[in-house]
């Protein structure tokens, strides 16, 4: 048992090592310094002991999809002294009645898309706490099957989120179509757009973009953030 479990993070350790190299070399190809590219390590349905062997590495960034077992691990995490530092984004789809344990226990969240929805987590973002770092998810192709908002919803949505207190807007999601060969830089370019028309958003930092497959090519085209489980955890069951 403990033999299988040493092998495990030590697998997990060596996945992730060759991620970060992987996303230093892309960044590199596509003339872009290291440090502008954050990797969020995806964690869903994977052990806070995972998670805490990386945070022990110096891995920051952690990303969650299902709000009952994230709060269970971030609270489980809470009395290890190596994960003080762990930054939690919330990565998967927001109802309405989950707005306030997202509020409450996140850093991040980067699946807004409609106002209800940020204005509730405007309101019940604990006022010890700093203001909740939001991206927009945008439907970069127009799928009916798909979250995030529209393309042409987003100058509307920015313009009401950028008045909410205790969010702090950084940037775009995507999660594209696979047959989409272009929307990282269709994405980029709306994230540029938004830049050129609220200079007054001074954190508009961040596009998160690039999965396990597709990380590579998402810095080519201006991701700072990829968002990474598979190629770190291994498969999920
Ligand atoms: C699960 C998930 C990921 C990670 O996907 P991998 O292919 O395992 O790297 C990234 N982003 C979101 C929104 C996810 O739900």
């Given at each position: 048992?403990?033999?299988?479990?040493?092998n495990?993070?030590?697998?997990?350790i060596?996945?992730?090592?060759?991620?970060?190299?992987?996303?230093a070399m892309?960044?590199?190809?596509?003339?872009?310094?290291e440090?502008?590219?954050?990797l969020?390590?995806v964690?869903?349905?994977?052990?806070?002991?995972?998670?805490a062997?990386?945070?022990e590495?110096?891995?920051?960034h952690?990303?969650?999809?299902?709000?009952?077992?994230?709060?269970?691990?971030?609270?489980s995490?809470?009395a290890n002294?190596?994960?003080?530092d762990?930054?939690?984004h919330?990565i998967?789809s927001?109802?309405?009645?989950?707005?306030?344990d997202?509020?409450?226990?996140?850093d991040?969240?980067q699946t807004v898309?409609?106002?209800?929805?940020?204005?509730?987590?405007?309101?019940?973002?604990p006022?010890?706490?700093p203001?909740?770092?939001?991206?927009?998810?945008?439907?970069i192709d127009n799928?009916?099957?798909?979250?995030?908002?529209?393309?042409?919803?987003?100058?509307e949505?920015?313009?009401?989120?950028?008045?909410y207190k205790?969010?702090?807007?950084?940037?775009?999601?995507?999660?594209?179509?696979?047959?989409?060969?272009n929307?990282?830089?269709?994405?980029?370019q709306?994230?540029?757009?938004v830049k050129?028309?609220?200079?007054?958003?001074?954190?508009?930092?961040?596009l998160?973009?690039?999965?396990?497959?597709?990380?590579?090519?998402a810095?080519?085209?201006?991701?700072t953030?990829?968002?990474v489980g598979?190629?770190?955890?291994?498969?999920?069951?």
């Open positions: 048992m403990i033999k299988n479990e040493n495990n993070s030590k697998s997990v060596e996945n992730w090592q060759k991620v970060n190299t992987q996303v892309a960044g590199e190809q596509a003339n872009r310094p440090a502008d590219v954050t969020l390590a964690s869903k349905t994977k052990p806070a002991e995972m998670v062997t990386l945070a590495q110096g891995q920051c952690f990303g969650e999809n299902y709000l009952q077992e994230a709060i269970e691990k971030i609270n995490l809470k002294t190596d994960c003080e762990i930054v939690w919330y998967g927001i109802q309405r009645n989950k707005t306030r997202i509020a409450e226990n996140f991040w969240v898309e409609r106002d209800i929805i940020a204005k509730r987590l405007n309101n019940q973002r006022e010890a706490l203001p909740l770092n939001v991206l927009i998810q945008v439907n799928e009916d099957s798909k979250s995030g908002c529209l393309s042409a919803e987003l100058p949505l920015i313009s009401t989120i950028k008045g205790r969010l702090q807007l950084r940037g775009l999601m995507i999660i594209p179509a696979k047959s989409d060969t929307a990282f830089a269709r994405t980029k709306l994230f540029e757009d050129g028309a609220h200079p007054e958003l001074s954190k508009w930092d961040t998160s973009m690039g999965m396990s497959g597709d990380m590579v090519e810095i080519a085209e201006g991701s953030m990829v968002r598979t190629a770190i955890f291994g498969e999920r069951s």
